[in-house]
C-alpha cells in the first residue's frame, strides 16, 4: 500500500504502466493511493462527444476501458495493481469484488450501495459515487477507481460521466459520511483486502 499524496496525473499513469512492464512472476501486489489536480481522462474507446466543456481542466486520452470521467482534489483514486493471472481472478470477478469492497464501505456508515453490471461502478440512489476503469496487460492489471469524498463536483456537469448523459453524481459528504479523506482510505483498503483475499496488507512508508 502506497500513499502518494498530491500528484500530477500523467506522471502517475507513466509509473503505473512502467511498473506493470517491469514485474515479474513474484512481484507483490500494490495498491497507490492517490488525489490529482482536475483532470478529465477519456479512456481507451471514448468518445469526446462526452466533453461538453471542459474549460480549463485539461483532457487526457489514456489507455484504460471506460469513457470519461473526472479526477480532483478531494476524491479518493485508487490504483490496483495486481496480477490477476497468479490470482486466478476473472476480470467480471475483479470488478464485483472492487464494487463489492466500496459497497461494505458505505454500509459500513449506514448507506445502502449497489453496482452496476451494466455501467461499473457504484450508486446510491441512482447517483454514481465511485467510478471503476482498469487495464489488463499480461495478466496484471492498473489504474482502478475512484471514490468521491469531499471535493466539487461541478466539472462533473461539463461531461457525461461515464459516457451517460444525464447522470447524477454524488459524495461521501453529501450522503453524511463526514470521516477524513485519509481514514476512508484506510478503511477502503481494508475492504479490498478482504473481498481480493490478501490476509494481510503493508504500508510502505516510501513513495513509487
Same mark, same amino acid.
Given at each position: 500500500?502506497?500513499?502518494?499524496?498530491?500528484?500530477?496525473?500523467? $506522471?502517475?499513469?507513466?509509473?503505473?504502466?512502467?511498473?506493470?512492464?517491469?514485474?515479474?512472476?513474484?512481484?507483490?501486489?500494490? *495498491?497507490?493511493?492517490?488525489?490529482? %489536480?482536475?483532470?478529465?481522462?477519456?479512456?481507451?474507446?471514448?468518445?469526446?462527444?462526452?466533453?461538453? $466543456?471542459?474549460?480549463?481542466?485539461?483532457?487526457?486520452?489514456?489507455?484504460?476501458?471506460?469513457?470519461?470521467?473526472?479526477?480532483?482534489?478531494?476524491?479518493?483514486?485508487?490504483?490496483?495493481?495486481?496480477? *490477476?493471472?497468479?490470482?486466478?481472478?476473472?476480470?467480471?470477478?475483479?470488478?464485483?469484488?472492487?464494487?463489492?469492497?466500496? *459497497?461494505?464501505? &458505505?454500509?459500513?456508515?449506514?448507506?445502502?450501495? &449497489?453496482?452496476?453490471?451494466?455501467?461499473?461502478?457504484?450508486?446510491?440512489?441512482?447517483?454514481?459515487?465511485?467510478? &471503476?476503469? &482498469?487495464?489488463?496487460?499480461?495478466?496484471?492489471?492498473?489504474?482502478?477507481?475512484?471514490?468521491?469524498?469531499?471535493?466539487?463536483?461541478? %466539472?462533473?456537469?461539463?461531461?457525461?460521466?461515464?459516457?451517460?448523459?444525464?447522470?447524477?453524481?454524488?459524495?461521501?459528504?453529501?450522503?453524511?459520511?463526514?470521516?477524513?479523506?485519509?481514514?476512508? $482510505?484506510?478503511?477502503?483498503?481494508?475492504?479490498?483486502?478482504?473481498?481480493?483475499?490478501? %490476509?494481510?496488507?503493508?504500508?510502505?512508508?516510501?513513495?513509487?
Amino acid at each position: 500500500m502506497r500513499q502518494l499524496g498530491l500528484l500530477d496525473y500523467v $506522471a502517475v499513469w507513466q509509473q503505473m504502466q512502467a511498473f506493470t512492464q517491469q514485474r515479474v512472476a513474484d512481484t507483490p501486489d500494490e *495498491i497507490w493511493l492517490v488525489q490529482h %489536480p482536475p483532470v478529465f481522462t477519456l479512456g481507451r474507446n471514448g468518445k469526446m462527444a462526452h466533453v461538453l $466543456a471542459p474549460g480549463d481542466i485539461p483532457v487526457i486520452p489514456i489507455d484504460r476501458g471506460g469513457q470519461v470521467t473526472y479526477h480532483g482534489p478531494g476524491q479518493l483514486v485508487v490504483y490496483l495493481l495486481l496480477d *490477476i493471472r497468479r490470482k486466478a481472478l476473472g476480470v467480471r470477478e475483479l470488478v464485483t469484488a472492487i464494487e463489492q469492497a466500496v *459497497i461494505d464501505l &458505505l454500509a459500513h456508515y449506514g448507506i445502502t450501495a &449497489l453496482g452496476d453490471r451494466e455501467a461499473p461502478g457504484v450508486y446510491v440512489a441512482g447517483r454514481k459515487v465511485a467510478a &471503476l476503469g &482498469l487495464r489488463i496487460s499480461k495478466g496484471c492489471t492498473y489504474h482502478g477507481l475512484s471514490l468521491n469524498v469531499a471535493m466539487d463536483l461541478e %466539472p462533473f456537469q461539463r461531461i457525461n460521466p461515464c459516457g451517460y448523459a444525464g447522470l447524477q453524481v454524488t459524495q461521501c459528504e453529501d450522503l453524511g459520511i463526514e470521516q477524513p479523506l485519509a481514514t476512508l $482510505a484506510h478503511e477502503l483498503c481494508e475492504c479490498l483486502a478482504q473481498r481480493l483475499d490478501y %490476509p494481510a496488507l503493508i504500508w510502505a512508508q516510501d513513495q513509487t
